[in-house]
């Protein structure tokens, strides 16, 4: 390529990034050099740095998320047991990251003050997080630019990162990444730099990126942002350079077996990087990805980048799939797995969808994961079922499972629905519940508020909340605040009990009777969550009558001076938090057929055999 079309594109791409939609409060020049005999990475950074506190800040506080992996006492591999995702570590596969070398522009040589500190749970051992003390403060509105010099030794592939056979490499959370400065619940100002646990992902600041990355030449690479050059170097090497704006990490991946494919949506240049096995699958990640761009900008706003790059790892490194960092996924498909199955399509969704929630809403993904994992689990219910139909996530023999149903499945058939509440940090859930209470249950709440409110005024809160949050760092209490304007009505008292408490919702019709003259039933409330609820009530001369119940008491008995024929609580389905949809009914005459019996006995093994495999493969 000639020098002028060198400068064209370099000027094109800066153009296409240079949109300005967020603060550049951390902004990264990072030039890497991966030595893929060694599995190392030798690299160095400047990062500018902006306190846009009102307060002056005496030391900075870095992750260093690849010590995860240094050794079995990192406080990571005690709470995961090098298990992840039905993937596990491997006994000769550790990794770790070093800082070198940090000076800053003040001519302060800091390296030697640095610290390991742990500020979730004291595990002496773990260092994931470092302690910078300044030698004099950086005051409000100062701006202050680091050099930072670090060597890493990249995992085999587990928990998202590292590297796999035949120089596959996914290399995320890998380079000395600050911190946010920001106030906490009671109004402090300080640090939020959590220790890297199995259960957590990650919290950042926005930025622009331009990383400068050194490799053989074999190797295929893809990237967070736009690929803005590509120079051959001696020795067979070359460096390739990314950039990216209005993002707050950033990610890339390289081998020699991928087989690429590009596809232009609109204004978004999509990219596939397939393995050669999986390359008839690229078409079904480019569909799903267009019906996603497309659900999003209607829902929410315009995708407001240029690029998406599409994954696809091999089998053997399965534990870097499925995972997303900005305009960066990682998805993942089975050779022999059919449309019956929509696993490609339904990783792709997902992965794609986190580019506006918590890659636009940044979140923070330690102490409110299901900010992120739970409303974007709601919107790939909404985008599989609408987009694929009835058999969104399986359709196989006639037998079809919806994405959205999958997801109230997980929850309602949790042993132990009311362990735990919703909104507390990742790494405080009990063992087990993480994935059910994040990702179903909270999706299950969003599906059963947009049943109270209504499809039309749930997107209305959506994407006001989205205009109003993007490039910026939503909580929960700014969602519930954006809910409560947009409706004009106080839904405190739901989102309170949903994501505060953890009760649970089962309402049954337990007695029936027509005798001596006198008719009544009870209607019970199992569990704390209370919910306002429609009873229609069926009666033998034909007529019917509808009425809501408060659900204020436990029991309540409604009495009537003509023959009963039915009771159903919740006829149109609104409250999809109710664990037990069976017990909403009752009537004199039951219609519960051989047929109907041993159908819904199938239908409940399948859901539980599809349930098994996604955990399998997933």
Request: charged share 25%; hydrophobic share 35%.
């Amino acid at each position: 390529m000639g020098k002028v079309w060198v400068v064209l594109l370099v000027f094109i791409s800066r153009s296409a990034f240079a949109q300005n939609l967020a603060p550049d409060i951390a902004n990264y020049d990072i030039t890497v050099n991966l030595d893929t005999k060694t599995k190392t990475l030798i690299g160095g950074q400047v990062l500018t740095w902006t306190n846009t506190s009102p307060v002056p800040i005496k030391e900075l506080q870095f992750h260093l998320y690849l010590n995860a992996f240094r050794d079995k006492k990192s406080t990571f591999m005690k709470e995961s047991g090098g298990r992840l995702r039905n993937n596990s570590f491997r006994k000769s596969g550790f990794g770790n990251i070093y800082i070198t070398d940090f000076k800053s522009d003040r001519g302060e040589e800091l390296l030697g003050g640095m610290k390991y500190i742990q500020p979730d749970d004291f595990n002496k051992d773990d260092r994931t997080v470092v302690s910078v003390p300044l030698k004099e403060e950086l005051k409000a509105g100062e701006t202050i630019v680091l050099t930072i010099g670090f060597k890493a030794k990249l995992p085999k592939v587990f928990a998202r990162t590292g590297y796999g056979a035949n120089d596959y490499y996914l290399i995320g959370q890998w380079f000395p990444k600050i911190g946010v400065f920001e106030q906490n619940a009671v109004g402090e100002w300080g640090w939020n730099c959590h220790q890297f646990h199995a259960n957590s992902e990650f919290y950042a600041d926005f930025g622009k990126y331009k990383v400068n990355i050194t490799l053989p030449e074999s190797l295929k690479v893809g990237g967070t942002g736009t690929q803005v050059l590509s120079t051959r170097l001696k020795n067979g090497l070359k460096t390739v350079v990314f950039e990216a704006d209005d993002v707050h990490d950033f990610a890339w991946t390289a081998s020699p077996a991928f087989k690429v494919f590009e596809k232009k949506w609109k204004h978004v240049t999509m990219k596939a990087m397939m393995q050669p096995e999986h390359a008839g699958q690229a078409k079904r990640y480019f569909d799903a990805a267009e019906k996603s761009l497309a659900y999003f900008e209607k829902t929410l706003g315009i995708y407001p980048y240029s690029t998406l790059t599409m994954v696809d790892p091999p089998l053997e490194s399965s534990g870097s799939g499925g995972m997303e960092y900005p305009t960066f996924i990682t998805c993942g498909s089975y050779w022999g797995v059919g449309k019956w199955l929509k696993m490609a399509e339904m990783v792709t969704v997902h992965e794609l969808g986190h580019q506006y929630f918590q890659g636009i809403l940044a979140s923070n993904e330690f102490e409110q994961s299901f900010l992120d994992e739970g409303f974007n689990q709601y919107m790939e219910g909404r985008i599989m079922d609408e987009s694929y139909g009835s058999g969104a996530q399986f359709d196989l023999f006639g037998f079809e499972i919806g994405d959205a149903e999958s997801s109230r499945y997980s929850y309602v058939t949790m042993e132990y629905p009311e362990m735990a509440s919703i909104n507390k940090p990742s790494w405080k859930y009990p063992k087990g519940v993480y994935g059910e209470l994040t990702y179903t249950k909270t999706a299950t709440v969003l599906m059963t508020f947009e049943s109270l409110v209504g499809r039309r005024k749930m997107d209305l809160v959506l994407k006001s909340y989205y205009e109003k949050w993007r490039f910026k760092h939503p909580k929960l209490s700014d969602f519930i605040i954006e809910v409560n304007e947009v409706l004009g009505e106080d839904y405190t008292w739901y989102f309170n009990q949903a994501f505060e408490k953890s009760y649970s919702c089962d309402y049954s019709v337990d007695t029936l009777s027509n005798e001596d003259n006198e008719s009544y039933f009870i209607l019970k409330r199992k569990g704390k969550f209370k919910f306002p609820v429609e009873v229609l009530v069926g009666f033998e001369d034909g007529s019917e009558e509808v009425f809501v119940w408060d659900s204020e008491k436990y029991s309540e008995q409604f009495d009537y001076t003509k023959p009963l024929k039915f009771v159903k609580i919740d006829p149109q389905k609104k409250n999809l938090m109710d664990l037990n949809l069976i017990n909403n009914q009752y009537a004199v005459k039951t219609s519960n057929t051989f047929l109907a019996k041993y159908n819904t006995k199938a239908l409940f093994w399948l859901q539980h055999f599809v349930s098994a495999f996604l955990f399998w493969i997933g």
